[in-house]
Structures are given as structure tokens and as C-alpha cells.
């Protein structure tokens, strides 16, 4: 894909995951690359790989519920490069719990990194995407547009963020900046990676699985990494992954009792 040739990308959440397979696919077009995560051993070994492939990448390792690293890591990509033409937000934190066992502190640790991650970093990210035009890809989740009961604190940060995305899409759209928010399904563990969920109190065996229990097919991270990065290319606003899941949001909406009873027809048993 030309398009990306030379683009000067950061992803945050980089080091795992779809920020790790989306790092892969860009820096495989030809992107210069800065991949932010926390874990740096981690960071160092998904940078070192890539760069054994030929890519340009680089890693910054970054605490993102601390705005001074978030400056830090803007000003470092800035003093580098000179310009920003994406910026992809893919950190988060999923965790289960029955919602009437979720404390207060445990919504607030899902909001920290889901939501107000994205919060800290796309003021900062804004006045470098603006001479390029570029774009600014949030990652949510089905779980942005319907929430199941033993999802804990993680439908709320993710419901927040789709709200935020449309936010500035209305703001930056007049401004030629390019916003998309992303909602896919469950995600297939990239490589060698686990699925790792934090489990908070007694719940059902199946809604540990990917999904949460619901009747979906793991989303390959690579294909899902390409189908973005295409969307990106036709400045969409917004991608759904699978496309199904879009006409349970639309009766939801119209019909919250039946998309009620949709969403839990759908939940393996």
C-alpha cells in the first residue's frame, strides 16, 4: 500500500495485540514507525523484530495515565521526525465482573486506560496532525455500542470513547483531520501472545472466553490490521467488525427491549 510510504506513525499499545500487528503492517508499507507501550521489555522485544524485517520502528516506552509522559512521548516524536500523519490509539485494559460487584475504583481503572488514555493524548496529538491532515484512529469494541452484564467497568470506558470519537469527528472533520473509530469483535491472540482478562468476583465460565460468551469468530489481528489501514486510506468514520453486529446496534436502538433480547440470545450458554 504506497499510501503509507515514509508516513510518520505513533501507536500507542504497540508492543501486543492489534497495535503490535498494526505496528507490523505499517512498518511492512513502508511507515516510520514509533510504537508506545509500558511494558519495556516487552516494547524492546516487538521493536526488535520488526526492525529484523527491515521495518523503521522505534520504541518509547510511556505511561499513558501520566499526562507528563504523554507530553514526553509527543515531543520526542516530534524532535525526531518533525511531523505526525496518524496517530493510532490501541492500549486498553479488559477485565470481567458481575456490574453490581464492580466497585467504583475498578470502572475508574477501566476508564484510565480505555478512555481517558485517549483523553490525555489526542489534545497533544492534534497540533501535529494538523499540517498533515492526518489521522487519528481510536480503537473501541463492539462493547462501544452494547454492553454485556459481566463485562464490568470495560462496556462504560469503551461506550465513553465512541462518544469522544464523534466528538471530534464533528470538530476535526472542518479541520482536515481524518477521525475513525474502530469496533471490533473479539481479537485472535497475536503469535505467541495469550488472552489475558482480569476476572473481578464470581462469574460464569463463558463470559472469560473472547467476546465475553457471545457466539462471534476471533478476528484474525493481521487481516483486521489491513482492513484498517484501508479504511484509513478512504477516510471512513467508522468501522464495525463484523459488519452483522451493526444491524443488532440499529434495533437496539429503535427497539432496546428486543436488542436486549438479541444481545442475550447471542451469549453461548
Not at 472533520?173 to 482478562?197: N, S, T, W, Y
Request: net charge positive; aromatic share 6%.
Amino acid at each position: 500500500m504506497p499510501y503509507w510510504q515514509k508516513k510518520i506513525v505513533l501507536i500507542t499499545g504497540g508492543s501486543s495485540g492489534l497495535g503490535r500487528a498494526v505496528a507490523g503492517m505499517l512498518s511492512g508499507h513502508g511507515a516510520r514507525v514509533v510504537i508506545a507501550a509500558r511494558n519495556q521489555e516487552r516494547l524492546s522485544r516487538v521493536v526488535d523484530s520488526l526492525q529484523a524485517l527491515g521495518g523503521d520502528v522505534a520504541g518509547i516506552s510511556t505511561d499513558l495515565t501520566q499526562q507528563k509522559d504523554v507530553d514526553q512521548l509527543f515531543a520526542r516524536v516530534h524532535d525526531r521526525y518533525e511531523r505526525l500523519d496518524a496517530f493510532f490509539q490501541c492500549a486498553g485494559r479488559s477485565a470481567r465482573a458481575p456490574v453490581l460487584e464492580t466497585s467504583s475504583e475498578d470502572f475508574m481503572e477501566s476508564m484510565q486506560v480505555n478512555f481517558l488514555a485517549a483523553v490525555r493524548c489526542i489534545p497533544v496529538a492534534v497540533p501535529h496532525l494538523m499540517p498533515t491532515g492526518g489521522h487519528l484512529v481510536l480503537v473501541g469494541s463492539l462493547a462501544s455500542k452494547a454492553a454485556l452484564p459481566y463485562h464490568g467497568g470495560y462496556p462504560a470506558s469503551k461506550f465513553a470513547l465512541a462518544a469522544y470519537a464523534q466528538q471530534l469527528r464533528l470538530f476535526l472533520r472542518p479541520k482536515g483531520i481524518h477521525v475513525m473509530l474502530v469496533c471490533p469483535g473479539p481479537i485472535a491472540p497475536f503469535e505467541g501472545d495469550q488472552h489475558i482478562v482480569e476476572k473481578i468476583g464470581n462469574i460464569p465460565e463463558e463470559a472469560l472466553r473472547p467476546g465475553g460468551g457471545a457466539k462471534l469468530r476471533a478476528i484474525d489481528p493481521n487481516r483486521l490490521a489491513a482492513r484498517i489501514l484501508t479504511a484509513c486510506v478512504k477516510r471512513r468514520p467508522e468501522l464495525v467488525i463484523p459488519r452483522r453486529a451493526r444491524l443488532l446496534f440499529a434495533l437496539s436502538a429503535i427497539a432496546p427491549r428486543f436488542g436486549d433480547w438479541l444481545l442475550q440470545k447471542s451469549i453461548h450458554r
